[in-house]
């Protein structure tokens, strides 16, 4: 017996036929071709956000170069709002009130206690998250004086300068670990709020490669008990603690809203950033001072410009990522790259380059002309060049065991990037090919979304890597 279904639609799906008559065979093919149908809309409407977006950031662009045709009023500023960002993060509304309640409630106590503040700090954009979120903390609306009304207390240690405070390396992790033991016990003994909670509403920041291990000499409650928010987010270091602990956004870049960067100006900045990473590691292995090294005259033009210049991939055209795979740096390092580099060294598709580039910008081409950006583990789990290629629209490849990804609770990295086991590096270039162009413009469009969570602005905007930082530590409250 054959089945007979009578089914109406649009002429544009069934032709210029009110009705028809199909067999189950006939409806099983149409039921395919709708469901393809629908995932071209998805896909065109995917298309569509992204071209608005990079109209926008082409407009904003010409507005302040004195091009724009629209009138300034009818810009639309590029960083959502709250509201609107409830599509743009794919909130739930459970989740988007959860936010809300965050901004309303959390009210912040930082303690001030001026040890160890006399040891200069030196920005960079690797482990400069640690002192710009004590600075922005310190300026916002989180911020109260009053810690009866607060329902969390920052511990703003400076592990970073008390890690550079002494250029040979051994010392200098021991004079961190012994001001971060100093001031904790400042904390424990002489202010009550710690005992109130045994300190589960306490946290710290410490964005060196040190990372939790700044608190080897302290009391075990500090390790045990507070929050700390690291770039080291490592489920092999015995002080990390999963569920308690917080992965950092590394990087900071963070974009000027009063100035959008030229590619000369952008060129210009990021060799003056090489020179000067170039003098402070000459000045920190040959245990040589230099009295012009001065970073935060530099740091200030530096800022935003990789932000700036990559977009989340919106103003690199995708047809021009014509090369699979791409990595940039030593490739002795650890137990992941020697592997890949034995693997790979002589394959034409995946590119690995040993070392640094004589110019950043050759860097940051090479990541805007390539598919995925190898992200392989080090002497750490951690590295700036996650967030290069996010920034850069470059789909990241993780090679990195028991890594804690930023951000990892709050966003779906399997939607942006490909997370790789190390014991399966061997088929490394065989899981890239097999991206399909669909799922790897899924991934794309995705990154060029999601790349505004990891910026730290300053001031902060919604969402924001300052803010989905803030919104973790609200989870974990007490």
């Known amino acids: 017996m054959v089945l007979i279904a009578t089914l109406y639609s649009s002429s544009a799906i069934w032709g210029d036929l009110p009705s028809a008559s199909f067999t189950i065979g006939q ?3 149409l039921r395919r071709k709708l469901l393809d149908r629908e995932d071209t809309i998805v896909e ?3 298309e569509l956000q992204v071209v608005r977006t990079r109209l926008l950031q082409v407009d904003q662009r010409d507005q302040q170069l004195g091009l724009g045709l629209r009138q300034p009023d009818s810009v639309v500023n590029p960083s959502p709002t709250h509201s609107e960002n409830a599509t743009w993060i794919r ?6 009130a959860e936010y809300q309640q965050m901004l309303d409630s959390l009210r912040i106590y930082m303690y001030d206690i001026a040890l160890g503040r006399e040891m200069r700090w030196l920005v ?31 511990m703003p240690f400076r592990c970073t300068a008390y890690r550079r405070s002494v250029q040979e390396r051994v010392l200098g992790d021991i004079v961190a670990k012994n001001v971060t033991a100093q001031y904790f016990d400042v904390v424990m003994n002489k202010y009550r709020w710690w005992n109130v909670s045994s300190g589960t509403d306490h946290f710290y920041i410490c964005g060196h490669d040190m990372g939790t291990a700044v608190t080897a000499l302290s009391h075990p409650a500090l390790v045990k008990n507070a929050i700390g928010l690291v770039n080291t987010a490592d489920y092999d270091d015995a002080r990390y603690i999963p569920h308690k602990d917080i992965s950092l956004p590394p990087n900071i870049d963070v974009l000027p809203s009063a100035h959008v960067a030229t590619e000369e100006e952008i060129t210009a900045d ?32 530096r800022m935003g410009k990789l932000v700036q210049y990559g977009l989340g991939g919106l103003i690199h055209p995708r047809e021009k990522r014509t ?5 940039a740096g030593p490739l002795h390092y650890g137990r992941v790259r020697p592997k890949v580099r034995d693997a790979f060294a002589n394959d034409t598709d995946i590119v690995l380059f040993e070392g640094r580039h004589a110019q950043p910008i050759l860097y940051y081409n090479e990541l805007a002309t390539s598919k995925f950006c190898l992200f392989l583990r080090g002497y750490r789990a951690w590295s700036p060049r996650l967030m290069d290629a996010v920034f850069m629209g470059c789909i990241p490849v993780i090679i990195s065991d028991h890594y804690d990804l930023p951000l ?66 609200w989870r974990r409250r007490r």
Request: glycine share 2%; hydrophobic share 45%; charged share 25%.
């Open 124 to 154: 960079d954009d690797k482990y400069g998250a640690e002192q710009l979120f004590i600075n922005l903390l310190a300026t916002s609306a989180f911020h109260t004086t009053a810690p009866d009304k607060a329902n969390m207390f920052f």
């Open 91 to 96: 909130l739930r509304p459970e989740q988007l």
């Open 27 to 29: 409806i099983e093919s």
């Open 408 to 473: 990892g609770q709050l966003l779906d990295w399997s939607e942006f990037s490909i997370t790789i086991p190390e014991a399966r590096i061997p088929r490394l270039k065989q899981t890239l090919l097999a991206v399909s162009d669909a799922q790897l413009s899924r991934m794309q469009n995705r990154l060029a979304e999601v790349y505004q969570h990891f910026v730290w602005n300053d001031p902060p905007k919604p969402f924001d890597a300052f803010h989905m930082v803030l919104w973790q530590l």
């Open 323 to 327: 090369k699979l795979a791409y990595f």
């Open 270 to 301: 990021l060799i003056r950033l090489e020179m000067a990473r170039d003098r402070l590691y000459r000045a920190t292995r040959q245990k040589v001072a230099h009295p012009d090294m001065n970073f935060e005259p530099l740091m200030e033009r």
């Open 44 to 46: 065109l409407s995917r």
